[in-house]
């Protein structure tokens, strides 16, 4: 199956920006809904942005703004553009990637994320104040 592999993480401080990448081994271009989702310490894992294979992005209300999801499918590498940085955001970002007949919708706020979604182990990113 499709391994992932972020990178770009970093620290920060507030008001800046960051762009995470996700190299993935395979092309996922048809064939998956593709996410980031993120992990603040002590908190539950949250869904950032998805996109389609049709480049159709989905946020969640709390994430529109500042997020942008991208992805390049000549170069199998799903990006997220973060600006505005603040200290909240900091935590563990995750790319993921799920077939695409499992979901309706390629959206982070179905539950088979979390068992039927392949995950890559994740990039930190800290915002300092």
């Known amino acids: 199956q499709v391994q992932l592999l972020e990178s770009g993480g970093g620290s920060v401080q507030a008001g800046g920006s960051l762009r995470l990448s996700c190299a993935a081994s395979?092309?996922?271009?048809?064939?998956?809904?593709m996410a980031w989702f993120r992990q603040a310490p002590g908190k539950e894992r949250e869904g950032v942005a998805a996109?389609?294979?049709?480049?159709?992005?989905t946020y969640p209300d709390s994430k529109k703004g500042r997020f942008t999801i991208s992805k390049d499918n000549a170069n199998n590498t799903l990006y997220l553009q973060m600006i505005g940085l603040k200290p909240e955001d900091t935590g563990m970002y995750y790319c993921?990637?799920?077939?695409?007949?499992?979901?309706?919708?390629?959206?982070?706020?179905?539950?088979?994320?979390?068992?039927?979604?392949?995950w890559g182990h994740g990039t930190q990113v800290t915002v300092s104040s």
């Open positions: 395979e092309y996922t271009g048809i064939n998956y809904c």
């Open positions: 993921a990637a799920i077939p695409r007949g499992f979901l309706v919708v390629c959206s982070v706020s179905s539950a088979l994320w979390r068992n039927s979604g392949i």
């Open positions: 996109i389609d294979s049709d480049d159709r992005t």
